[in-house]
């Protein structure tokens, strides 16, 4: 098959069997609470067990932020903020659980 720049296209599709429980599933544990703790530069998420979960880098001034298309420090805590928060979610059941 002769394939050329333009012509290769590709599809994902992911599907899962219904009823099946992913999270009892993993032998991953992420203990809660989750945190978030300021780093230089950002923000990282833990978990109770002092492992960091995420990273979420930002700029000091709105400016900055915009210059080089990144996140401001108030917008990085915010979205740390709710990542920190979705374990709490996830432990609800509900799937409608909003950050």
Do not use: H
Not at 72 to 97: H, M, P, Y
């Amino acid at each position: 098959m002769d394939v050329r720049e333009g012509d290769l296209r590709v599809a994902l599709t992911v599907s899962a069997p219904t009823g099946l429980d992913f999270a009892a599933m993993s032998p991953r544990r992420f203990p809660p609470p989750w945190r978030v703790e300021q780093i230089p530069g950002g923000y990282k998420v833990l978990d109770a067990s002092g492992q960091a979960l995420a990273y979420v880098y930002a700029t000091e001034t709105k400016a900055e932020a915009d210059t080089a298309k990144v996140l401001t420090f108030d917008e990085a805590r915010r979205i740390a903020a709710n990542v920190a928060k979705l374990q709490s979610c996830l432990n609800e059941g509900d799937g409608n659980a909003r950050l």
